[in-house]
């Protein structure tokens, strides 16, 4: 709902206001809130939207699960393990960034963050600090 209104005496310009928030509209984060901590194999939901999950195992997997998400979500993955963290994805045709070979699963590095925006509901890609 916009509302438009026009400062007394001053014919020449007008000032528009919103009245935001309101139930149908969104702002965002001013941070990105956690999930919580995962201690085993944890699959993405899109409850997870903007948000980071913070993989806690060293056991522990991350899994992308196929047409759950939509183009422009993002998810972001915190390994706060001693060695590598395998996300899976699972039927989605995933490219870790600045390479051209499509990726059924990478590793995050050792206290390394990784982020998964998704193109579609089936192609995501992946940056972040990633071994091989």
């Known amino acids: ?49 903007g948000k980071y999950v913070e993989q806690a195992n060293a056991n522990g997997t991350i899994t992308v699960p ?24 699972s039927a989605v045709t995933a490219w870790a960034a600045g390479n051209n070979t499509s990726k059924t699963s990478v590793n995050v590095s050792t206290r390394g963050v990784a982020s998964v925006l998704f193109i579609s509901s089936n192609v995501c890609v992946i940056t972040g600090t990633l071994s091989a």
């Open 1 to 49: 709902r916009r509302r438009h209104t026009r400062l007394q005496g001053d014919w020449s310009s007008d000032v528009c206001s919103s009245d935001l928030p309101n139930t149908t509209s969104t702002l965002g984060f001013i941070n990105i809130p956690p999930v919580g901590q995962k201690t085993s194999t944890y699959t993405l939901s899109t409850l997870d939207v």
């Open 66 to 89: 196929n047409t759950t998400f939509s183009s422009g979500d993002v998810v972001s993955i915190f390994n706060n393990t001693n060695t590598t963290l395998t996300i899976t994805c």
